[in-house]
């Protein structure tokens, strides 16, 4: 018989000649794979930048020590990544990119693996940008992640964490992956000068309401087939509610409230 040899054993040892690598468990190997697959295009490969978002997800200048433990960025991805479709991805999935980003932190080991049973007692710690002081980082990562709050306070506000990597309002806001949605409400669908919109949008002949804006972001391609804003929905009728509000606040030229 031939030596049977773990294909994720192999794979790591073929990867790289070292000797750390072949130390990973095969959830972060798997982690790592998913990465690369589902969020790379907005995190880059090394978490600091790509398409989607500026800010480093790991190590110096990330903000992931806000979920505080192995379960808080769990339940995160479970919320919000990836952003494009948190569905995308199973459970076991996301235990693995979680993985995954927390050894590249430095939260938990390469060979380790995290289950639900072990998670919530696994704590991030703030990056280390230069080496601190002993002792005295951590208790400011305490305090800082006991007044910080989670995620953004207003629940549109927090739903609107689902559009921003391709939309934008405010007095800066310019097109993007998608157009700007300043003004939406009472504007007409394919609109906005100088974005590319699909044929679908353009031929809709839709203004943006109430009804039709709940009827779109429910199911994008259900509401209007052929549109080129790949997102899966919402479906809580609740939370369209309070995004429709969030987006009311900005008027045509992105300033707040009247
Ligand atoms: C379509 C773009 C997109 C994809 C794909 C995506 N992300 Fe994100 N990610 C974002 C944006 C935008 C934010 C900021 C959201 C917010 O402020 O709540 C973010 C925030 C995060 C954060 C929190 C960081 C912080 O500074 O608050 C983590 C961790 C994260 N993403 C991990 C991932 C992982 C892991 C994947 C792959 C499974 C992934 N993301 C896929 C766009 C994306
Ligand atoms: C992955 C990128 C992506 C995400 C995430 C996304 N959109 Fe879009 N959105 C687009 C694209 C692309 C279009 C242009 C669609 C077309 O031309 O068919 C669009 C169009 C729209 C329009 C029509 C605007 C107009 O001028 O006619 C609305 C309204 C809209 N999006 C709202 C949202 C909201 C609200 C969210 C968050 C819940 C969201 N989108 C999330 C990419 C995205």
């Known amino acids: 018989m031939t030596k049977l ?17 072949a130390q990973e468990s095969a959830q972060v190997a798997q982690g790592k794979a998913l990465y690369g697959q589902f969020c790379t295009q907005c995190h880059g490969a090394d978490g600091k930048r790509g398409e989607g978002y500026q800010t480093p997800i790991w190590g110096p200048g990330s903000l992931i020590a806000k ?6 960025l769990f339940e995160y991805h479970q919320m919000l990544m990836p952003f ?11 235990w693995a990119v ?13 060979a380790d693996t995290l289950s639900p049973a072990n998670a919530p ?3 991030i710690k703030a990056p280390q940008a230069a080496a601190p002081a002993p002792g005295s980082a951590p208790a400011q990562t305490t305090v800082a992640a006991a007044t ?7 629940a549109g506000e927090r739903s609107w964490a689902k559009c921003r990597a391709c939309h934008q309002v405010g007095p800066t806001a ?13 504007r007409v669908a394919g609109s906005v000068e100088g974005y590319a919109y ?11 309401d109430n009804a039709s804006f709940a009827r779109y972001i429910q199911d994008p391609r259900g509401a209007m087939p052929g549109t080129k804003m790949v997102f899966a929905g919402i479906k809580n009728e609740q939370e369209i509610r309070d995004l429709a509000a969030f987006l009311k606040q900005y008027a045509a030229d992105g300033k707040q409230g009247q």
Not at 200 to 208: D, T
């Open 5 to 21: 040899i773990s294909v994720a054993a192999l794979a790591a040892a073929l990867a790289s000649p070292c000797a750390a690598a």
């Open 148 to 154: 910080a709050p989670m995620l953004d306070n207003s």
């Open 84 to 94: 494009n479709d948190p569905s995308l991805m199973t459970d076991e999935q996301k």
């Open 67 to 72: 979920f505080e433990t192995a379960q808080g």
């Open 98 to 110: 979680v993985a995954y980003v927390l050894a590249n932190h430095g939260a938990i080991k390469p």
């Open 198 to 208: 699909s044929p679908a949008n353009k031929a809709s002949g839709l203004s943006w």
């Open 174 to 186: 310019r097109n993007g992956v998608g157009p700007h949605l300043n003004g939406l409400f009472g």
């Open 121 to 123: 007692s696994i704590a």
